[in-house]
Nanobody, 124 residues
Framework: QVQLVDSGGGLVQAGGSLRLSCAAS??????????YAWFRQGAGKEREFVAA????????YYADSVKGRFTIARDNAKNTVYLQMNSMKPEDTAVYYC???????????????WGQGTQVTVSS
């Protein structure tokens, strides 16, 4: 069974930082995927794209709302993806999900595997 395990969420004050991690486990531990991404869903809101990284050339993509504050990176040796979040704002509060797969488009494409989600809360 393919599993993605995301972690690193918590409570942080506005202006602070957090780093999320997403590791493949089980049958997915040795697999590589074409694209890795982070999405988030705030209370009462639809899920939205945050960032993505392409495995082949490490190209990165960001939502306008996080550009310049968040950084996505991948450790190939550990098959782990990270989301470094700096200068955080209360509007960043959401459940964050990692995703992996071979989507036809980065933001709206279908990702094959998802993590269970990790809560991020930013206090003002």
């Amino acid at each position: 069974q393919v599993q993605l395990v995301d972690s690193g969420g918590g409570l942080v004050q506005a202006g602070g930082s957090l780093r999320l991690s997403c590791a493949a486990s089980g049958a997915a531990s040795g697999r590589s995927f074409g694209m890795y991404a982070w999405f988030r869903q705030g209370a009462g809101k639809e899920r939205e794209f945050v960032a993505a990284i392409r495995r082949s050339d490490s190209s990165t993509y960001y939502a306008d709302s996080v550009k310049g504050r968040f950084t996505i990176a991948r450790d190939n040796a550990k098959n782990t993806v990270y989301l470094q979040m700096n200068s955080m704002k209360p509007e960043d509060t959401a459940v964050y999900y990692c995703a992996a797969g071979w989507p036809t488009t980065v933001i709206t494409g279908a990702y094959d595997y998802w993590g269970q989600g990790t809560q991020v809360t930013v206090s003002s």
